[in-house]
């Protein structure tokens, strides 16, 4: 990404010199953005289940007061159509309709407080209900920049020779591990400049990179690749090399093999850095229920040992960008809701799929358009917040359902027996509100109506506080706190109104 130019690219100063390596459409960036834009997310239990209530409400209210106009007409009782209207307009769950926006703002408020900036409200209230998060290894997990701590020639190759090519194929690599390289070789550069020469970049396909110079083709990359190289040159990959490998990708390393005219000559062991504290973070992921995966392109080997040693409940070695992407279907397949933590342009498939994409403030362009959270600390165990942020939400809307339903309850019997109680005397042992007439009875509810919402909007704000009590525990609490005190808050409210509404009438 940092060597790399793209279709609207303007020269500030000299002159940039584009080299094109592949057919139009078929690029590495390409197959990212189609993957981006075939990728789609799915809708949360809570959110479908929220919808199903409010459309259920909404379609049983529509028939209560449909049919009461034919209750009216067989009792004599004469109803105006404004009158209908205004029943339906109180008794449809308006409340929590018009508190879903505050809701949401609040949650992407207490997101930014946490400085993690969110696009939606939506995804805020995903996070709450994730059940796997996947974290992209470097830069995510560890801190990115694997450093070379050793060379370990092959058995007949000398050692100041083997550093020579490890130089002269990282000469071209601008990437810190190639830096590190010849930092770790210590050997006078200027006396090794190749001449005439093409570097070969390391891309995701071929996992390897290198230099053709002076008819010697040179490459380092993972040992698998350079394994399928030198086997398709109908050449060996030495049993020693390869216990090499085994042992530094043991001890948590990445293995590096150096291969010279597709002839193995020996490994370079990059270690990673784990950032600090995070064992202790996963384990608080563990214990809110949230299962994590490591991703990584490294070996299965090395891909444990970060893994065991990071406190990952799993990991995925060897992965490429399809694979983090078609993981998470896998997983959305058996309705689990996933996140996804990266920071890199072939993250962004996976970002785009997951549920919650939280891309790194230090990640490329692509990721964070991609995801739908972008974390400004760069702070892999981050979700933590994210999630918590998350309940709370789902629990502020829970709660202002609970106190929605019942309100509706609540102002069915208050306007329903002011409605027939003068021509259907048997009804006033219903009428607990005694109020002054059909007239005030309608108006006050209406007013109770339009100023309940604007009444909740600071606890929408504030939020309900989360609390890890238990499922059970919880709808005992909602059902006493806002269950009950939605049915009585519209008796006491819409009697209050109804004294002073009666002065007027």
Not at 141 to 155: D, E, H, L, S, V
Not at 290 to 308: C, H, Q, R, S, Y
Not at 476 to 500: S, T, W
């Amino acid at each position: 990404d940092k060597s790399s130019v793209t279709g609207g690219t303007k020269v500030l100063s000299d002159n940039i010199k584009v080299k094109v390596t592949s057919e139009p459409g078929e690029s590495f960036l390409d197959k990212m953005i189609a993957l981006v834009e075939g990728a789609s997310r799915q809708k949360t239990p809570n959110e479908i289940a929220l919808t199903i209530l409010l459309a259920g409400f909404t379609l049983v209210f529509i028939i209560v007061t449909v049919t009461l106009k034919s209750f009216a007409d067989y009792a004599h009782t004469p109803i105006t159509i404004a009158a209908f209207i205004s029943l339906f307009v109180c008794l449809i769950p308006t409340t929590i309709g018009g508190l879903l926006s505050a809701i949401g703002i609040a949650g992407m408020n207490r997101a930014l407080k946490a400085n993690v900036i969110t696009k939606s409200g939506k995804a805020v209230e995903t996070a709450g209900d994730i059940d796997v998060l996947l974290l992209d290894k470097t830069g995510t997990i560890t801190i990115g920049n694997r450093k070379a701590t050793q060379f370990y020639p092959a058995g007949n190759v000398d050692m100041e020779y083997f550093k020579r090519l490890v130089v002269m194929g990282s000469l071209s690599d601008q990437t810190p591990e190639g830096k590190s390289i010849i930092e770790l070789a210590a050997l006078d550069i200027n006396k090794i400049q190749p001449g005439d020469s093409t570097f070969i970049p390391f891309t995701a396909e071929t996992r390897c990179s290198g230099i053709d110079v002076n008819g010697m083709r040179i490459r380092k990359g993972a040992a698998d690749a350079i394994k399928k190289i030198c086997i398709n040159a109908g050449k060996s990959f030495p049993d020693d090399v390869y216990a090499i490998v085994q042992s530094v990708s043991a001890n948590g390393g990445t293995p590096l093999v150096v291969s010279e005219n597709e002839k193995v000559m020996g490994v370079i062991e990059l270690q990673d850095i784990i950032k600090t504290g995070i064992k202790e973070r996963f384990e608080r992921l563990r214990k809110m229920g949230i299962k994590t995966v490591m991703v990584t392109g490294d070996n299965p080997l090395t891909a444990k040992f970060i893994a065991e040693k990071a406190g990952v409940d799993d990991f995925i070695a060897e992965a490429k960008p399809e694979d983090k992407m078609n993981y998470i279907k896998i997983e959305q397949a058996s309705g689990r809701l996933v996140a996804m933590m990266g920071d890199g342009t072939n993250d962004a498939p996976a970002l785009a799929q997951a549920d919650v994409g939280v891309a790194m403030n230090s990640g490329t362009q692509a990721a964070k358009e991609a995801g739908n959270m972008v974390d400004l600390d760069n702070d892999p165990t981050k979700l933590i917040e994210v999630v918590e942020i998350g309940k709370q939400l789902l629990m502020t809307r829970g709660t202002l359902t609970t106190f929605s339903i019942a309100n509706d309850v609540a102002k069915y019997f208050a306007i329903v027996p002011a409605l027939f109680i003068t021509y259907i005397p048997a009804l006033q042992g219903i009428n607990i509100m005694h109020l002054h007439s059909p007239q005030s009875a309608i108006l006050s509810a209406v007013i109770f109506n339009a100023i309940i919402i604007p009444m909740l909007i600071p606890l929408a704000l504030r939020g309900v506080e989360y609390r890890p009590i238990g499922a059970s525990a919880l709808l005992r609490r909602n059902l006493l706190i806002y269950g009950l005190g939605g049915i009585i808050a519209p008796f006491v409210g819409i009697k209050i109104i109804d004294i002073i509404v009666s002065y007027f009438i």
